[in-house]
């Protein structure tokens, strides 16, 4: 399958490798890992490093999901003003096809993604800013996903897209009667439907 690819990476402080995705605002980040016969240690987040590298805002919230069986897909989720979440997203065990969905109105790339496969064994995270709708689907079982999130969640202010609305030409690693999602999830709009959730500035 084919999946985004990274652009030229960044070096942040020597303790993180940042690397903007087809949509540049949407970032790969691989924090360092200092390793020695015992195993490793690595900074999951440090704010000045972080704001250096472009991801600012104020993380308020750390949420923490299991996805049990292989095909498990959460979203596209995201949350309107004054509660519109950027998030930073890990996998702490298993792997994930991680994607963020620009719903910018008047962005150049509306419509269209930027994916990255996350896992336990790299550490590398995504940040999905504020704009953006997200979602994963799990390739591997007893997969566990921990995200920052820069707003409390807020069920008034709660939307999201339908994870395969065949307008995103999203390539999932999973066919979609073989997909798990909640009854939630499984009712979400089409891109056409959803009108302007994230008006220009």
Known sequence: MAYARPLSPLN???????????????????PKRFGDARGWFMETYARERYEAAGIRGEFIQDN?????????????????APFAQAKLVRVLRG???????D????SPTYGRHAS??????TGDQLYVPVGFAHGFCTVEPDTEVAYKVTAPYAPAHDRGLAWDDPDLGIEWPVAAGAALVS??????PRL??????????
């Open 12 to 30: 942040v402080a020597g303790a993180m490798q940042v690397t903007p995705l087809s949509i540049p605002d949407v970032l790969l980040v691989r």
């Open 64 to 80: 923490h999901s299991l996805s049990a069986p292989v095909g498990t897909v959460r979203g596209l989720h995201f949350q309107l």
């Open 95 to 101: 792997r994930i096809l991680d994607v963020a969905v």
């Open 103 to 106: 719903l910018r109105q008047g």
């Open 116 to 121: 990255a496969w996350l896992d336990a064994e």
């Open 183 to 188: 009854d939630k999830d499984a009712k979400l």
């Open 192 to 201: 056409a439907d959803i009108g302007v959730p994230f008006p220009a500035a």
